[in-house]
């Protein structure tokens, strides 16, 4: 250890009390003493120093190490300690140079970019519903980071959460399972007089006890929404299953249940479809299934959904932007959730898993491998990939009629770049789609603030109700006949073109 010390400060040039020690000329170093330099004090006693020592030749400057007691030791000049002031601050320079690059600092406020087709919908939206076109300013010290936004939302849902009272229904299914879900009435009159309910399907795993959704229901409560959120079989904490079965990734058996039973239950009614992350895909694939699942739907909204699950996967084995990692925290998440479920899943007859998936479950690392295993056999799909072709509502929004609102964030961590073509395609194709798409949010954060503190209500949930609330007067001023069909409504959906902005 002594040589590689010593080693260190021949290099970079240690201050002695006559001079720096550096091979120097004859002349320079004939009358030179023999020199020492402490190099560092050991705890536990008086054990020697070591320190360099010069002996000076005719033709050069010979470097020995020696050591010295405590007692008879040299100090260090004044540039050392300069020295060492320097290297603290070159590495506190490191130190903001990461956090200004990760917490993306050097990023400015911009409106969403918007993709849609010109046509008087939309610019009776843009008019409507400012929020789509002005500035989304998250707080200041984190939220241009996706990563923070993402792991502020898996966290904790949001801040100040409300706690808004509902009705639970269950709902039997021809398979022997049993759906759920949670009806909350509205709290006060809807400004166009209507009654109307937001169909609600939560992400991975959620449920209407996740505070996200408790936030936004509170807020859609407040502005005269009726709320109806779907609990994905198999996700609540208190709920047993009755059925070797749980949700899966494009399954709208229990979210058709939902909005079948709000039709029956309010005949009046009309409805506003939401879909939050995986809830998005399920929604758009309900729609798009059958022409008559529209019926009585005014709009639709997703949110950071990732539109095809088998190009969604293939990313998820990146480490671009984390991916990989996020993929093992999910998968992990969805094993618990899973093998909280095992004695109903190996128990019942009809199940198609066995001890063997269960096996493979347990060393599982990634959501494609859980898929795989178990998710997949629910339904009894013969490979991965045809799980993810037939449960991917891309091959389905093509029938979609209904004016269709799509948000994502470029910032998101778990949806990559490339599925955005998705939805940027279909908007410039279709004229019922607005593909919006922020700079900064995450994945399902969308928090706003001003420099540290969020608020507890986010631009998405904000931005969702103005939407809505833009689309119900927009119905409610049409004429009878126009009401009465999609063909009529969608003939004020004539494009005159493709535009982008923001």
């Not at 201050?15 to 560092?40: C, F, H």
């Not at 490979?383 to 509502?393: A, G, I, Q, R």
């Amino acid at each position: 250890m002594h040589h590689y010390l010593c080693a260190f400060f021949y290099k970079y040039g240690v201050q002695l009390n006559s001079g720096w020690i550096r091979p120097e000329p004859e002349q320079a170093t004939k009358n030179r003493d023999a020199l020492g330099v402490s190099i560092i004090r050991q705890k536990g006693g008086p054990q020697p120093l070591c320190f360099l020592q010069t002996q000076t030749t005719k033709s050069s400057t010979v470097y020995t190490m020696a050591t010295i007691e405590d007692g008879n030791m040299n100090t260090f000049g004044p540039e050392l300690p300069a020295m060492f002031d320097g290297m603290k601050l070159a590495a506190v320079a490191t130190v903001l140079y990461i956090i200004v690059r990760c917490l993306n600092l050097k990023s400015t406020a911009s409106p969403p970019e918007i993709i849609h087709q010109d046509t008087l919908l939309s610019r009776y939206l843009f008019k409507s519903c400012p929020m789509l076109t002005k500035e989304y300013i998250p707080p200041l010290l984190w939220g241009k980071s996706g990563h923070l936004q993402t792991a502020l939302y898996g966290k904790m849902g949001r801040v100040n959460t409300p706690t808004p009272c509902g009705v639970r229904k269950f709902l039997p299914m021809q398979d022997g399972a049993t759906a759920s879900f949670d009806l909350f009435e509205a709290r006060g009159d809807h400004s166009t007089g209507d009654d109307i309910t937001m169909v609600i399907c939560p992400g991975i795993g959620n449920h209407s006890e996740k505070n996200y959704i408790r936030t936004f229901v509170d807020h859609s409560q407040q502005q005269g929404y009726r709320c109806a959120v779907l609990n994905h079989l198999g996700a609540l904490p208190n709920m047993e299953l009755t059925s070797p079965r749980m949700f899966t990734y494009g399954c709208t058996w229990e979210y058709e249940a939902m909005v079948s039973n709000i039709k029956q239950a309010f005949p009046q009614t009309l409805l506003i479809v939401v879909g939050f992350s995986l809830g998005g895909n399920i929604v758009c694939k309900f729609l798009g299934e059958k022409q008559s699942n529209q019926d009585r739907v005014l709009c639709c909204v997703t949110v950071c959904q990732g539109y095809s699950a088998l190009r969604a996967q293939e990313t998820f084995l990146q480490w671009d932007q984390c991916r990989r990692l996020y993929n093992f925290v999910l998968a992990d998440n969805m094993k618990k959730l899973i093998l909280s479920h095992r004695s109903t899943l190996l128990g019942l007859n009809s199940s198609n898993i066995c001890d063997a998936d269960l096996g493979k479950l347990y060393a599982a690392t990634s959501l494609m491998q859980i898929d795989d295993s178990i998710m997949r056999k629910f339904h009894g799909y013969s490979s991965l990939k045809e799980y993810y072709e037939k449960e991917s509502c891309v091959h389905y929004m093509k029938n979609v009629t209904v004016p269709l609102l799509l948000v994502n964030s470029s910032d998101d961590p778990l949806v990559h770049q490339s599925l955005l073509d998705i939805p940027r395609t279909l908007a410039e194709k279709m004229p019922n789609v607005i593909f919006v798409l922020t700079q900064h949010g995450g994945h399902l954060g969308f928090f706003e603030g001003d420099v540290l503190l969020p608020q507890p209500l986010t631009w998405m949930d904000k931005v969702i109700v103005q939407y809505t609330n833009a689309m119900c007067h927009w119905e409610k001023n049409l004429p009878a006949c126009q009401k009465s069909s999609h063909h009529d409504r969608n003939s004020c959906l004539q494009s005159t073109g493709v535009t982008q902005s923001g």
